[in-house]
């Protein structure tokens, strides 16, 4: 489990604050007195640290503890560099310090909160009666007061855990925060340059850190290299010399250079980061072998966010990459502000959708789409994108020409079958997604049938008498249908077809339905297109149910005060009580896992229109006789 880093202290209750211990991550387990003791990246430490072995097997219960193998001080301060000194002259005193217990005795704790877990681990070490094992201790609350403690007694930081949290093994949580002191950051040596002057061997270290599957230069590193640390570099690097530069971009140096291949871990300190993205006055601390390169990134604090019912944290950074389906989607501006009043960024709207990715991919799968873009939040210019421009889009984009008789002309649209190119979309200030009603293959034939429900100057309770009045109709025929908010001012019903009917046949079944409850709603509904007159009426439209026309997806955000989102209702709520203001991105994912995916049967289902057609014909010859 690990630790996102934030940018200040605070104090909380129902968390805990711990001392950031400042060595190599090992977890240690323990099987009839056998001990495996390794890294995150599972390298063994049992060679290296065999003092820490042997009073781990004094442990008389069989467990799985996470800890930190540390050198501590008189004032119980750990030092990355004295850890590493301790290589080489064996001086020092060596304690592995224990945190958490993950196991004990055949019972898999991970699922018990934190407190438990800590409480149980405390007894255990004190039982095992050995200082090179010493308990990691907390203290509830006051994060502030052992923050003050870190920084007089020079601690690399503090962490902040949630008490009640469970273990997530390999996950980055927000359940556990640490807060920085000093600065130090992990980087990969990349090459080594020349030495000057009286120095021998090596000049400075050339670093750089792995971001978007490959290595960016963050500057050099002389400082905290003594001689012995030069002979002990100098000689894991010979092995790995080679010819070609580790950067794809062309690199600045003050001397000769000698590259190396790009797999030694190292950690510096450093005073701060550039505007260009180097280090300044980065010194080198020691080899970090317990962690691999690929897990070598620029790590920046985190805004921390405090609300009365929780913390959690956002990122300061404008632009962030993520790895979807194998792809590297580079998300950038993520703190633009998209809605005001609320405060909500571009960021967060893209938390959104990958939260609910799988729940809405199944509605955009083969579907052209029409991107509803918002550069400059809610508030500013937008405009629709159907047309994509194919030249700058990512190879792994998928996109389909379509001919379009407006513009005599091939309209590449966006098909949206992942959640790559999902976060891609919604990064080009896409807000809404508005899908066709029809699949890539049978581009003529709907999967369903829409009636949109749009009030002009008329009450909503007006919208659901008019939505109850159509589920009326179309239960009186036996045809099954769905319900869901537009997310702006009305409501969306749809008739499932199976792909079954073309356009014209779906567009003149949704007319009829229309022109019924408009029969039977004289006072309150139109299905004139006219807004002058249809005021004061809630306009049923029929007319959406044509090739190439789209509809908000359900689960789509609206770019309307609330972030509100299209959201699949039960029947049963659609009633007096029904206000499209509750349904939001903040709770439309908590409103899935306790409702389910109320659409989940709409893609597959199918309606008979033909035996309704013919009853309808039927009734009509009767009227007439």
């Not at 299905?527 to 002058?532: N, W, Y």
Request: positive net charge; contains cysteine; hydrophobic residues 35%.
């Amino acid at each position: 489990m690990l630790a996102t880093l934030v940018n200040e202290v605070f104090d909380r209750e129902g968390w805990l604050f711990e001392t950031k211990w400042d060595g190599y991550r090992a977890i240690a387990s323990v099987q009839d007195h056998q001990v495996a003791l390794y890294s995150r990246n599972q390298l063994s430490f049992n060679k290296d640290y065999p003092t820490i072995v042997s009073a781990v097997e004094k442990i008389s219960h069989n467990v799985v503890l996470d800890g930190e193998i540390v050198i501590l001080d008189k004032h119980k301060t750990s030092s990355f560099q004295a850890l590493q000194n301790f290589k080489n002259t064996g001086k020092g005193n060596l304690v592995y310090v224990v945190f958490d217990l993950l196991h004990l005795d055949g019972h898999e704790l991970q699922e018990m909160p934190l407190i438990e877990r800590k409480s149980l681990l405390e007894d255990l070490v004190k039982n095992t009666n050995d200082k090179r094992i010493q308990y990691s201790s907390h203290i509830l609350t006051k994060g502030s007061t052992l923050f003050k403690k870190a920084t007089q007694y020079a601690w690399e930081g503090i962490l902040a855990k949630k008490a009640d949290s469970t273990y997530e093994e390999g996950v980055r949580t927000l359940s556990w925060l640490k807060m920085k002191i000093v600065n130090q950051q992990e980087a990969v040596i990349c090459g080594y340059t020349a030495p000057r002057g009286s120095r021998k061997k090596i000049g400075a270290l050339v670093l750089g850190i792995y971001e978007q599957g490959k290595f960016r230069y963050i500057g050099h590193c002389g400082g905290g290299l003594n001689e012995n640390t030069i002979d002990t570099l100098f000689t894991k690097m010979q092995p790995l010399k080679q010819r070609s530069s580790p950067f794809q971009e062309k690199i600045k140096t003050n001397m000769p250079v000698t590259w190396v291949k790009p797999v030694l871990v190292c950690e510096v300190k450093f005073s701060s980061w550039t505007e260009g993205g180097n280090l300044r006055q980065p010194i080198f601390l020691g080899l970090r072998e317990d962690k691999p390169t690929k897990d070598v990134h620029h790590e920046t604090a985190k805004k921390l966010v405090m609300t009365k019912e929780k913390v959690s944290a956002k990122a300061t950074e404008t632009d962030r990459t993520l790895k979807l389906n194998g792809k590297q989607v580079v998300l950038t501006n993520q703190q633009k502000i998209y809605w005001p009043a609320e405060k909500i960024t571009k960021g967060q709207l893209i938390d959104y959708y990958l939260s609910i990715a799988q729940y809405l991919l199944p509605h955009l799968k083969d579907r052209p789409l029409s991107l509803h873009r918002f550069p400059n939040g809610i508030q500013g210019l937008s405009f629709y994108q159907k047309d994509m421009d194919v030249e700058h889009l990512p190879d792994w984009i998928k996109s389909m020409p379509l001919y379009s008789e407006s513009t005599n002309k091939n309209v590449d649209y966006l098909i949206c079958n992942n959640e790559a190119t999902l976060a891609y979309m919604i990064n080009l200030g896409c807000i809404e997604v508005n899908p066709w009603l029809a699949r890539t293959k049978q581009l003529d034939n709907p999967d369903y049938i829409v009636l949109d429900l749009d009030p002009e100057d008329i009450s909503f309770k007006a919208v659901v008498e008019t939505a109850l009045c159509i589920r009326e109709v179309l239960d009186g025929f036996k045809i099954s249908n769905y319900c869901k908010t537009s997310g702006a001012t009305g409501l969306h019903i749809y008739i499932p077809t199976g792909a079954k009917y073309d356009f014209d046949a779906c567009r003149l079944f949704a007319e009829y339905v229309a022109r019924e409850t408009q029969r039977q709603l004289k006072t309150t509904t139109s299905i004139i297109r006219t807004k002058a007159k249809r005021k004061k009426k809630v306009y049923i439209d029929f007319l959406q149910n044509r090739r190439g026309q789209t509809v908000a997806a359900p689960y789509a955000v609206r770019p309307k005060p609330g972030a509100t989102v299209s959201t699949p209702l039960l029947w049963e709520e659609v009633n007096s009580q029904l206000n499209i203001k509750d349904y939001h991105i903040w709770n439309t994912l908590d409103r899935i896992k306790e409702k389910g995916e109320l659409w989940e049967s709409v893609q597959g289902e199918k309606n008979d229109l033909r035996k309704v057609i013919r009853q309808i014909e039927k009734d009509n010859r009767k009227d007439m006789e």
